[in-house]
């Protein structure tokens, strides 16, 4: 780390990671538009099956646009591929999906072999009878044959990776494939990046979504091009677009910043709101940066055997003003119809609980309405913040 680069203090840092794309500022328009409008910004909106609390696409993106509605973003003009993970990306983000599945179409599915022969019928039943989920490759009962569905759904995953497929809009949480000619919108950029262009939209998207980003921030669980990174970032600081800064108190970690963003004279505040984040948030996904820039740790727990688990099963992180001070063990009830607080931690100062409680309380509802259940009460709250 070179002490001659400019410095941010750490709330600077934080309102600009605060004011940037994956944060929450600029709540814009209503509908399905507007979905659009905000995923372009967050650069992609992460896509769970985990229901204990609605979805998390549906939550990342409530969690940004007062009113939200679940069928706004089934209609919303995105479509559905991998970012770090299966998720919804912007229509001008299309040609950087390409090298991807340029890779995977030249050394197969990152997880499970496919036969060609399997792909291909899959692939021509596509072609001759239109759009298909992967129930209706199952073989009918008592007989065999082929059209077996785990073959049939291994080839419909690989030919979606490898860029033949698409998926259109879910029925439920099924995916509906479609051939990628037949699904792309018309003048959809289908020019392949270059290396060094894929590098640059790497880091331009970084800093769209983040802000203030370390290099091991960039290109965050990518493999392609990955190498051109290191030059686009020394071409951004060459040319002044680019500036390279410490954060005071983050030792040993340069961060890269638009010079633009740097020459504000002041950044915008925080929100005093208490947000309820999903775990799968672009703004938290990034475990080892929120560990970093905001002193903030946990653990999701799903995937870990319940005797094993310290805190709960779906940890809420929970964000107040430019400040993480807690995790919340959710779940809505549905069958009840009422939000049940499983665990609650609060890591914030003791005098402040008091105003903790009251901004919960207020997120608490919020969050019910959108699970469409009722708030908890007091009750639960007094279990874990007991003095009033």
Not at 287 to 311: H, I, Q, S
């Amino acid at each position: 780390m070179n002490s001659q680069l400019p410095s941010l203090t750490l709330v600077q840092a934080r309102q600009l990671a605060l004011a940037a794309g994956a944060g929450f500022h600029r709540p814009n328009g209503r509908g399905p538009a507007a979905v659009a409008d905000l995923v372009q910004r967050l650069g992609f909106v992460q896509i769970d099956t985990i229901s204990v609390v609605e979805r998390a696409h549906h939550h990342i993106v409530a969690a940004r646009l007062p009113g939200y509605r679940t069928e706004w973003l089934s209609r919303a003009p995105v479509f559905e591929y991998w970012a770090h993970a299966a998720a919804y990306l912007p229509w001008s983000d299309f040609r950087h999906t390409l090298p991807r599945k340029e890779r995977i179409r030249a050394h197969g599915h990152d997880w499970f072999h496919v036969e060609p022969a399997e792909a291909q019928r899959v692939l021509d039943r596509i072609r001759s009878e239109g759009p298909l989920m992967a129930r209706d490759f199952e073989a009918p009962r008592k007989t065999e044959g082929w059209w077996d569905w785990k073959p049939a759904k291994r080839a419909l995953e690989y030919l979606f990776m490898a860029g033949d497929l698409m998926v259109l809009p879910r029925q439920g949480f099924q995916k509906v494939f479609d051939l990628t000619e037949r699904a792309l919108p018309a003048g959809t950029d289908t020019r392949m990046p270059t290396p060094r262009e894929h590098a640059v939209w790497y880091v331009d998207r970084a800093l769209d979504v983040w802000g203030v980003v370390a290099r091991d921030e960039f290109a965050y669980q990518r493999r392609e091009h990955t190498d051109a990174v290191d030059e686009a970032l020394r071409t951004g600081e060459e040319s002044g677009t680019l500036t390279r800064v410490t954060v005071d108190g983050i030792s040993k970690t340069d961060y890269w910043v638009r010079t633009s963003d740097l020459e504000r004279s002041e950044f915008p505040p925080a929100s005093r709101s208490l947000r309820i984040l999903s775990p799968f948030d672009p703004f938290v996904i990034h475990r080892k940066r929120l560990r970093r820039l905001f002193g903030f740790d946990f653990t999701l727990e799903c995937y870990v055997p319940a005797p094993m688990r310290t805190f709960g099963y779906f940890a809420l992180p929970l964000l107040w003003g430019d400040e993480f001070v807690g995790l919340l063990d959710a779940k809505a009830d549905r069958a009840a119809g009422v939000l049940m607080v499983q665990n609650l931690r609060y890591d914030g100062p003791p005098k402040k609980q008091e105003k903790f409680r009251l901004a919960l309380d207020r997120a608490l509802g919020e969050f019910a309405a959108f699970n469409g259940v009722v708030p908890p009460g007091p009750a639960p709250l007094d279990q874990f913040l007991p003095s009033r």
